[in-house]
């Protein structure tokens, strides 16, 4: 193949030398002047070579066909598909034409498919390339699925594309995004061939030599474009006689002008044929035959190299000749030529074009046949596609059939949301809803705010807009219900979002009821209580989970594991939050991906995994930053992480961001958590004036909201700790009634050591005998599995030492002190550590003698005497269980034990005690 291409080596080698390096190459240039050539060329060269080759070459006619380009190029990997989980499975067998499922294939599934036959190819350990020919003409399902999984797939993937370039002043958008991603793309864009290129590509095309000075005017006149010299050149044989030196040559300004004196000279019935090919995305022969055109039929077009007929189809030699043939068939002729083949095709798809294509005034049946395709390519996950074939089905409604008018835009409307088109959801669902009344009215709006609020529209636009839906519906009936589902959602206040939750499980109970969205209304009823203050009805909780079936509803789906996380129950909620990951995986559902991580990521930073919540974090913001969303979330958990390991600067700076970001928006959530993080930030600092400055203005926030349990808040302890430190006791005694009061509604672990640990400091701030309050720490810490408040835990140690320091008890402060430092390093807690070293060199005397453990050695010996595994350990410290056995191993060895539960003690006699609070003094 490669000694087919002329004047093209340096540009072959540079590409081979790319696509070698799992690069990224992009071919450029006018339609005509070789990228096809050169890209078959490079194909061939790499299945020579033993690759696997994956390649599309799309044209115009195809961009209407879902999938069609996509089928092609995933086709060699079609025995991998039974391998994948069952929804990508699924979606890579309707793709591929293998299988057949009534399933409803939601588009993202595709693209996850996509990525996941294309990390499947690689596996294998052949080089892999995929090879797209005339990027442009995708159709767009293949498109946005394509583009969707090479901005993922791993690394060692080779992409060669091609793409036409145009003279216009702007340069057009990079073909699938190739020049966003991190490799690194080369762009070759094709040079005018030479006269002595055109040479041989002329006596190869056209059998034709050709004396020097005429080559060298067909050069001059094509501008070496290929494809244009070679009609030149079949102009000039098709004269009576070679042109004379002063002779014009027979030059068009276009290919299309050319072209179409080629087909001017050809027989009528050859040239109607030629027509039809060219309307057809796929001209296959069976339908051409079926509209009366044989193979015969294109004898005069394939002599004059316009295309090739093979055993089943008709092939043109170059897509821009199809192009320029549609190009110049008279809009009449062509409306007719369109019916003649809405007659003839076999497959439905394809008759709804051509339907579609002939029709220009309402047809009621044309209609029904385009909003039946409609539906066919929804199911195929297909979304934009169908949203274009329900508004062309819109079109064709006659006016005065106002309810099917309406629910075929409304059907586009959902369509355009479904493919991710936010902008394009928000103007069709408005429209929807300016033009109509009532039921169709309500939907509209209701879909109006789904889309404000998947798209994080700023202020209240998702919850008027659901609002106007409800008084748009009919009072009592089953949509009036699922749009209270949805206001129980949109609410953030408690009260008004449990009297919406109560009135959708009304109208939802019962036959013919929603049961998704009747689960989801049941959680938020039993969270907005919770968020109210009142005791946990745990029944509507088991109520839902038995209602939900395998994939819970959006509107509600992590409330169970957010329930969890704010009842220190660490292990329920991993386990719900990663099977949901799992599924929304499996899905390519992104969005859900993104929320389940933060999620995962604030419940490994609560028991104390701090290792596995900056994995988390960091995947939710990769995925944040490729949907584009506000990042507010993993940002300000990025920056609870940072004052947690002791990085204070870059915490504050998040918060005071995120600070501006509340006030700008007025977004309460954003203003609570920012002041959380900012107060905690100045507390870790030593500001602790500061600190309980913030403190109170989250308490007075939270109250203004009527949050009587603003369950993933926890900063009462902190609150006390800060106003003690800073002198304010009143402040601080008002504190702890508003923590005893959380913990006699809703006793929780954190509840149980935030109030041992308050109580102890202001016992001692007070002058007042603090034995009991040590010896309630004792107790909790007791009761207080070590896995599951690791941080808590190590702040009460170092709460104690400060009181025994106080009392003079030197033995038991520096006793609580030293366990403190050793359980805080063991989980990263720089700023932690370094102040509790500094209470205990207040006590004087000299340091224990050193462990002689390594540094990693310390650290395994340390999170092992707190109880963790050998897979947690590996978990937390990003190494082998292998490693951790070896390791301790060694601390067994040198501290002179033979098993765990001798570590506390053998720690404590070196100087890294994990050891209780100590005797009273």
């Keep these: 193949m490669r000694r087919a291409l002329v004047g093209r080596d340096e540009v072959f080698d540079q590409a081979w030398r790319s696509l070698g390096g799992a690069g990224q190459v992009l071919l450029e240039g006018p339609a005509g002047i070789g990228k096809t050539a050169l890209l078959r060329a490079l194909v061939a060269e790499a299945a020579q070579a033993g690759w696997w080759v994956l390649s599309c070459a799309p044209t115009e006619c195809e961009a209407d066909l879902p999938f069609a380009a996509l089928a092609d190029l995933l086709r060699p990997l079609a025995g991998l598909a039974a391998d994948l989980p069952h929804p990508q499975r699924v979606a890579a067998e309707t793709v591929l034409v293998t299988g057949d499922s009534d399933e409803t294939i939601d588009e993202r599934v595709i693209g996850a498919a996509t990525r996941s036959l294309l990390e499947a190819a690689l596996a294998s350990g052949r080089p892999v390339l995929l090879a797209v020919d005339d990027a442009p003409w995708l159709d767009r399902p293949s498109e946005r699925a394509l583009r969707f999984a090479l901005r993922r797939v791993g690394p060692g993937l080779s992409t060669l594309v091609s ?156 897509p821009v000749y199809a192009a320029a043939v549609r190009a110049g068939i008279p809009p009449g002729v062509r409306r007719g030529l369109h019916r003649r083949l809405a007659e003839a095709v076999a497959d439905p798809d394809e008759r709804v074009r051509q339907l579609a294509a002939c029709t220009t005034t309402t047809d009621p049946v044309v209609a029904d046949a385009l909003a039946a395709a409609a539906v066919r390519q929804h199911t195929r996950g297909a979304p934009e596609a169908a949203a274009n074939l329900y508004e062309a089905a819109a079109r064709l409604t006659p006016a005065e059939d106002r309810p099917t008018l309406g629910q075929r835009l409304l059907a586009a409307a959902r369509c355009r949301f479904d493919c991710g088109d936010h902008p394009g959801a928000r103007m069709a669902a408005e429209q929807v809803a300016a033009g109509f009344t009532g039921h169709l009215r309500a939907e509209a709006l209701l879909l109006r705010a789904v889309v404000a609020w998947s798209a994080d529209e700023p202020g209240g636009t998702a919850l008027a807009a659901a609002g106007r839906a409800l008084a748009a519906t009919r009072p009592g009936s089953p949509l009036a219900g699922r749009i209270h589902a949805h206001l129980a959602l949109f609410v953030d206040l408690p009260e008004p979002a449990r009297t919406h939750a109560e009135a959708a499980i009304a109208l939802l109970t019962g036959p013919g009821g929603d049961r998704e969205l009747l689960a989801a209304a049941l959680l938020h009823l039993f969270f907005s209580e919770v968020r109210a203050g009142e005791p946990p009805r745990t029944e509507l909780l088991d109520r839902a989970l038995g209602m939900e079936g395998a994939e819970p509803s959006w509107l509600a789906g992590t409330i169970p594991a957010i329930w969890w996380k704010g009842i220190d129950e660490p292990d329920r909620a991993r386990e719900r939050l990663t099977r949901l990951l799992d599924r929304a995986a499996a899905r390519g559902d992104e969005p859900s991906q993104y929320e389940l991580l933060k999620h995962l990521g604030e419940t490994e930073l609560l028991a104390g995994r701090w290792g596995l919540a900056e994995r988390h974090i960091a995947a939710a913001r990769d995925l944040g930053e490729l949907l584009g969303t506000e990042l507010t979330a993993e940002i300000w958990l990025t920056g609870l992480l940072d004052a947690l390991r002791g990085r204070l600067d870059a915490a504050g700076q998040v918060a005071e961001a995120g600070l501006r970001l509340g006030e700008e928006l007025d977004d309460d959530w954003c203003r609570r958590i920012h002041l959380q993080l900012g107060a905690f930030v100045a507390l870790c600092a030593g500001r602790v004036a500061e600190a309980a400055a913030g403190y109170g203005r989250l308490a007075a926030t939270v109250d ?38 959380r913990h006699r509604r809703l006793p929780r672990p954190w509840t149980l050591l ?158 890294l005690p994990e050891a209780p609070l100590g005797p009273k003094g």
């Design 163 to 318: 793409s036409r370039s145009t003279n216009g002043p702007t340069m057009p958008a990079t073909p699938l995004g190739l020049d966003a991603g991190a490799t690194v793309l080369t762009r070759l864009a094709l040079a005018p061939l030479g006269v002595h290129a055109l040479h041989h590509v002329l006596r190869e095309r056209v059998g034709a030599v050709l004396d020097r000075p005429l080559l060298a005017r067909i050069a001059r006149e094509s501008s070496g474009n290929p494809l244009v010299a070679i009609e030149v050149a079949r102009a000039v044989q098709r004269l009576p006689k070679p042109p004379e030196p002063a002779q014009e040559l027979p030059v068009a300004s276009s290919i299309h002008q050319l072209l179409a004196e080629v087909l001017a000279g050809l027989p009528t019935r050859c040239r109607d044929a030629v027509r039809l090919a060219a309307l057809l995305g796929v001209p296959l022969l069976r339908d051409l035959t079926a509209a009366g055109v044989g193979p015969r039929a294109f004898d005069p077009a394939e002599e004059a190299g316009l295309l090739v007929v093979t055993p089943t189809r008709v092939q043109f030699a170059h």
């Design 704 to 741: 203004r909201m009527g949050l009587a349990e603003p369950l993933a808040q926890r900063f009462e302890p902190d609150w006390i700790e800060a106003c003690v430190a800073a002198g304010d006791l009143a402040t601080a005694r008002a504190a702890l009634h508003r923590l005893t009061e």
């Design 754 to 911: 935030g109030l041992v640990r308050s109580r102890a400091l202001l016992d001692s701030a007070a002058g007042g005998d603090p034995s009991a309050a040590l010896d309630d720490l004792v107790a909790a810490r007791a009761a207080v599995a070590p896995e599951v408040l690791p941080l808590d835990r190590a702040r009460c140690l170092l709460v104690a030492g400060i009181v025994h320091r106080r009392l003079r008890r030197k033995r038991p402060a520096r006793e609580a002190l030293e366990a403190a430092v050793g359980e805080f390093e063991a989980l990263g807690a720089a700023a932690f550590a370094a102040r509790a070293r500094a209470e205990a060199a207040r006590l004087g005397g000299r340091p224990p003698a050193p462990s002689g453990l390594t540094a990693t050695e310390e650290r395994v010996a340390r999170l092992a005497a707190l109880g963790r595994t050998s897979r947690a350990i590996a978990d937390e410290l990003f190494v082998s269980p292998k490693t951790v056995e070896t390791n301790l191993s060694r601390v067994y060895r040198k501290l002179g034990i033979s098993r765990r539960a001798e570590l506390s003690a053998a720690l404590a006699r070196v100087g």
